[in-house]
């Protein structure tokens, strides 16, 4: 399972070069000057040009992009992820100040899914047609028709605004003050997780009613199981399968909805600096903090591959080929 691990992620590196690539030249192609942005007011005087073609020199912004872009890889590979265009602070140092708020924002929303959607999803399937499995799919359908920063704006205004039951934005650390964070953290989680359950909730129901016909869980009926561990020990493990790779597939989802929900609750993580950076065009930060994002999304989908291998056996056996 090792040589498994270690030869996904080499084949990650064409994939994490050709997203440094496109953000790269996406980000120098777009309107607008840093080096005039950084200079203000100042850049648009004529007395001031000599002064603005220093500063575009100094950040290389008088290269081609292909050369600018080989400094870039140069810098990273010596450790060196460049200076905020805006701060002056080390891009690293900003990032790694913004990555444990996202990450707590996404284990939230994850723990809300999972939690809500598949004893609901479970229940759906072996109920099926009844009164509680229209309820489920009633959720799936608005949940995924729902856009998430209309939810949001939503639960700001009733549970903020009329109720003031929660505050309305703002970010707090779980280990500062684990009550405080959790009661700022409720509704970002549930506006960012409401549509990842409603996607497990889909397709772990239609797995478990594709599962629960099998001829297997007739057998292990006809052995004299109990119900509970027939849905646990056998349906629930096999129909987890696939799902797991909807799971893998949905972090890049919560990823880029996190961008927005940061906004919309003034979260301050890595999606909340990523969009600053693109109106203030901190090059750094953006093509550093993509670049991050990317690297996560591989190790989450390493993460699913492997557990594969602990759902099935047949999975496993082949680790070793």
């Known amino acids: 399972m090792g040589r498994y691990a270690a030869r996904r992620l080499l084949e990650a590196i064409p994939t994490l070069f050709i997203v440094s690539a496109l953000v790269f030249g996406l980000m120098r192609i777009a309107p607008g000057d840093p080096a005039a942005m950084q200079m203000g007011r100042e850049a648009a005087r004529p007395e001031n040009a000599e002064k603005l073609a220093a500063l575009r020199s100094e950040m290389k912004l008088d290269r081609s992009i292909p050369v600018q872009y080989a400094y870039w890889l140069s810098d990273l590979a010596r450790g060196d992820f460049g200076t905020s265009y805006r701060s002056g602070r080390p ?11 996202t990450v707590q924002l996404l284990v939230g929303s994850m723990i809300l899914a999972l939690a809500f959607g598949t004893p609901l999803a479970i229940l759906a399937a072996l109920r099926r047609g009844s009164l509680v499995d229209r309820g489920v799919m009633a959720f799936v359908s608005a949940g995924l028709a729902v856009p998430s920063f209309w939810l949001g704006l939503t639960l700001i205004l009733l549970l903020s605004v009329r109720w003031k039951m929660l505050p309305p934005a703002g970010y707090v650390s779980v280990l500062d003050d684990p009550w405080t ?7 970002p989680a549930v506006t960012l997780g409401v549509y990842l359950a409603a996607t497990l909730m889909r397709f772990l129901r239609a797995d ?3 599962v629960m016909g099998t001829d297997y869980i007739r057998t292990a009926r006809a052995k004299g199981l109990r119900s509970q561990r027939v849905v646990t020990g056998h349906a629930m493990r096999n129909a987890m399968v696939p799902v797991l790779t909807i799971a893998g597939l949905e972090i890049g989802a919560l990823l880029g909805g996190s961008v927005i929900i940061e906004q919309v609750f003034g979260w301050s993580g ?8 693109v109106f203030d065009r901190d090059y750094p930060i953006v093509q550093t903090a993509v670049l991050f994002v990317a690297v996560g999304l591989v190790l ?19 680790y070793g080929r």
């Open 91 to 101: 891009v690293i140092d900003l990032i790694t100040e913004k990555i444990p708020a």
């Open 181 to 187: 964070a959790l009661k700022h953290m409720v509704m």
């Open 208 to 210: 478990m009613i594709e």
């Open 270 to 277: 890595v999606g909340w600096l990523i969009v600053q950076a």
């Open 300 to 318: 989450v989908n390493l993460l699913v591959d492997l557990a594969y291998g602990w759902l099935n056996p047949r999975v496993r056996a082949s």
